[in-house]
């Protein structure tokens, strides 16, 4: 199928009043670019001077708790929500003033947003009766999308036939089938249940590889997250905190919100005794001295926290390099690993996520546990990582 | 040994509903069985009757074309009461329901508010706006347009908007509920696939609100054709509807039994129009149902 794909993509269907920008423009412009957009509802900003630009093809997740503006920013490329400020290009064309008709923009909805009262045929065929395509190209289109989501043959049945998973396929479908410039998922998995949901991922991530389609997802699961996008844009509070692929944003952390929002990671407030260009020296709150990678000399004295992912602890015997010691406050048991609360005496107690080698330690028992000096990403006073 | 009661123990749900039931079986099952008993009986003289039972008030009714033709002149009334309301509520009720106004309820309760004077009340101030010292009439009059008061008053165009002012806040209620009950994303979905906003009311909201609709036209329908204090206050002697056809063969004529008889007839003609909708929109509203 790819090569067909190919073809029937690119040249997308022209909508009326859309055809602006010139074919040269088009083909080197990103897919979606944001310049400073702003969007306040009334007194409320939701979101303040986002930049973003998103390469053609590419999948790429805003990520955030609820509030953030995730989902604002999302619907403003829809043209659902109004900006306030700033610009919004699709293919290099600005869209601030195209209605949101002619935007040609698939979207997927958390809540499906199937019509009740339109069989799956007319759900899926929706988008190309308003682009005059003729009849039998409509049903041709329709049965390839819906071969595409494993549902051919569903062409009779209502919505209310099908199961969740079944419902969100046909909205991809939907989305999908008249070949629009971008596709905007807004929490598609999170109406469904867990098994669902992971076969999902895959599916909607095997769907806009081979389609090629620019994909903007939105979620607030980190999971789904880093399992699923070439760059993630992780929000806070209507501003991005740090743009990356998946490994950069998990490994090396911008901010403190990042560290903690993705993963869960320890933060062990210290002071600096001495460093050098390559290394570090704190003096953890808790009374501990380590040492840390640190990429340049950082003042005596000065104020920092050493951002540790619970895989990153070795626990027991193996526990070598900044070596603590603690006592368990949890263990839970996760088969092929176990994740234990350790109290080493400050404030919150550290998690760390070991392999199991000989037994699972119990409640109460003082243990050993160390992380290697590049195991670990400093941030300043600030909450910034120190680069 | 004694079964203890539990929250769901079919008993108690016995118990709990048995007060309505009986409130049903008394006063409205009974009531209406002691009526169709009445249809045959022997009309004698005004006032009198005898309880021999005879099929003459049955036979009455259905071969003389006076009865037929109120009964069907009645349908018709509310038939056009019926239609003008969900014209004119429809609108109401989608902009209380698209409005962005902050302060949605007073909408609502505006809508309520006429239901706080007596409909008898309410009735009679038409008279004051369309007789012929109405406020109309005078008007025209002083400012010269007209010389002759405008016959407004006493004929079907007078009871049809009676009823639609009485009978329009069930519309808006109606329609307005199915509204609310549409999730606004399929608008979204459907403008964010090329839909202007007047294409995605005609594929979406609109035939979503069709239940609501179609329940108000029924109620409006039903309240109209029952009606009789708008026909008798605002209507001729030409524009009585079958409600005071029922009214002046027993309080006029004395004759319970045909009163009866007619009373039995519109039951079942405006029972039928009832079952026949809900057999009809039941199927729609499952099909709203499952799919919301």
């Keep these: 199928m790819p090569d067909s794909q190919g073809t029937t993509l690119h040249p997308r269907p022209v909508l009326a009043g859309a055809a602006g920008a010139s074919a040269a423009a088009e083909a080197n412009s990103p897919a979606v670019e944001f310049r400073d957009i702003d969007i306040a509802y009334g007194k409320f900003v939701a979101v303040r001077d986002f930049s973003l630009s998103i390469r053609k093809g590419s999948f790429v997740t805003l990520l955030g708790p609820s509030g953030c503006g995730k989902t604002t920013i999302l619907r403003s490329i829809a043209g659902l929500v109004d900006i306030s400020g700033g610009q919004i290009m699709i293919d290099g064309r600005r869209v601030d003033d195209v209605p949101i008709y002619k935007r040609n923009i698939g979207l997927v909805f958390q809540s499906y947003a199937l019509f009740p009262h339109k069989n799956v045929f007319d759900n899926v065929a929706f988008g190309l009766k308003y682009r005059n395509v003729p009849k039998p190209e409509i049903a041709r289109k329709v049965g390839k999308a819906l071969e595409m989501v494993r549902l051919p043959g569903s062409e009779k049945k209502l919505p209310s036939q099908l199961s969740g998973g079944q419902q969100q396929r046909i909205a991809l479908a939907r989305a999908i089938v008249f070949e629009p410039q971008v596709l905007l998922l807004d929490e598609p998995l999170s109406a469904l249940d867990a098994n669902m949901r992971e076969e999902m991922r895959v599916e909607i991530k095997k769907i806009q590889k081979e389609t090629g389609i620019t994909a903007i997802f939105v979620t607030h699961d980190q999971e789904e997250a880093l399992s699923m996008s070439d760059r993630i844009v992780v929000m806070n509070a209507g501003a991005v905190e740090q743009i990356g692929t998946p490994e950069e944003v998990y490994e090396a952390p911008a901010t403190a919100f990042v560290a903690d929002f993705l993963g869960k990671a320890n933060m062990l407030a210290g002071t600096v005794r001495g460093s050098d260009r390559k290394t570090a020296v704190v003096v953890l709150g808790t009374g501990q001295t380590i040492n840390v990678a640190c990429p340049r000399p950082l003042a005596d004295g000065s104020k920092v926290t050493v951002v540790v992912r619970p895989q990153k602890f070795s626990v027991g015997a193996g526990a070598s390099a900044n070596r603590l010691t603690g006592r368990v406050v949890s263990a839970s048991y996760l088969g092929g690993s176990a994740i234990y609360e350790i109290d080493i005496g400050g404030k919150a107690s550290l998690r760390a996520n070991a392999p199991i080698t000989g037994r699972v330690l119990r409640e109460g028992e003082t243990v050993d546990l160390g992380f290697d000096a590049e195991g670990c990403v400093l941030l300043d006073e600030g909450g910034q990582r120190i680069s | ?292």
């Design chain 2, 1 to 292: 040994m004694k079964r203890r009661w539990t929250l769901y123990d079919p008993r108690l749900a016995w118990m709990l509903v048995a007060p309505v039931l009986l409130l049903l079986i008394f006063f409205l099952v009974l009531p209406i069985a002691v009526m169709a008993g009445y249809t045959f009986f022997t009309f004698v003289t005004a006032g009198v009757e005898t309880s021999a039972l005879t099929t003459a008030n049955w036979h009455e009714f259905l071969t003389d074309s006076y009865y037929s033709g109120f009964l069907l002149k009645t349908l018709r009334v509310g038939a056009i009461t019926a239609a003008l309301c969900g014209v004119l509520g429809y609108f109401p009720a989608y902009f209380i329901w698209a409005t962005t106004f902050r302060h949605k309820w007073l909408l609502l309760l505006l809508l309520i508010v006429p239901f706080w004077i007596s409909f008898t009340i309410r009735t009679f101030s038409w008279i004051n706006i369309l007789g012929e010292q109405g406020v109309i009439n005078v008007a025209l009059l002083k400012l010269g347009i007209i010389n002759e008061p405008l016959p407004m008053l006493y004929n079907e165009g007078a009871v049809i908007l009676g009823m639609l002012h009485f009978l329009l806040p069930y519309m808006i209620l109606n329609v307005y509920v199915s509204l609310e009950s549409i999730d606004r994303t399929l608008i979204s979905a459907a403008r964010s696939m090329g839909c202007t906003s007047a294409q995605a009311f005609r594929e979406v909201t609109l035939p979503l609100s069709l239940p609501g609709l179609a329940a108000g036209l029924l109620l409006c329908f039903v309240l109209a054709a029952g009606s009789y204090v708008t026909p008798q206050l605002l209507g001729s002697g030409r524009d009585a509807l079958f409600g005071n056809l029922i009214y002046d063969t027993i309080m006029g004529e004395l004759n319970w039994p045909m009163g009866a008889t007619l009373s039995i007839v519109l039951f079942i003609v405006l029972g039928l129009f009832a079952a026949v909708y809900t057999r009809y929109m039941g199927m729609s509203q499952i099909v709203k149902g499952l799919g919301g």
